[in-house]
Nanobody, 119 residues
Framework: QVQLVESGGGLVQAGGSLRLSCAASGRYFSTIVMNWYRQAPGKERELVAG???????NYADSVKGRFTISRDNAKNTIYLQMNSLKPEDTAVYSC?????????????WGRGTQVTVAS
């Protein structure tokens, strides 16, 4: 069974930094793309950043220049380095991955980790 487990959330003052981690475990053949999403109370879930197996990245306009997504293939882990945090970054951040499992492509989600930015 494939699992995604996030860590690294917490409370930080505006202007501060946090680094989120998402570790994939279980039996799967390969990673196609892994993403970070976030959802703030009363708002739609939005894609924050994504990284392909080849290392190509994309970011939401609201986080460009402040957030960096990276991956450690040896550890099956992706990271989201978040700098210059703003109160509007407060949300539950969830890891998402498209993985090739048993010849099919599956869509997997972690449970999420809370990020709170105090003004």
């Amino acid at each position: 069974q494939v699992q995604l487990v996030e860590s690294g959330g917490g409370l930080v003052q505006a202007g501060g930094s946090l680094r989120l981690s998402c570790a994939a475990s279980g039996r799967y053949f390969s990673t196609i793309v892994m993403n970070w999403y976030r959802q703030a109370p009363g708002k739609e879930r939005e894609l924050v950043a994504g990284i392909t197996s080849g290392g190509r990245t994309n970011y939401a306009d609201s986080v460009k220049g402040r957030f960096t997504i990276s991956r450690d293939n040896a550890k099956n882990t992706i990271y989201l380095q978040m700098n210059s945090l703003k109160p509007e970054d407060t949300a539950v951040y969830s890891c998402n991955a498209y993985l090739r499992v048993d010849g099919t492509i599956g869509d997997y989600w972690g449970r999420g980790t809370q990020v709170t930015v105090a003004s």
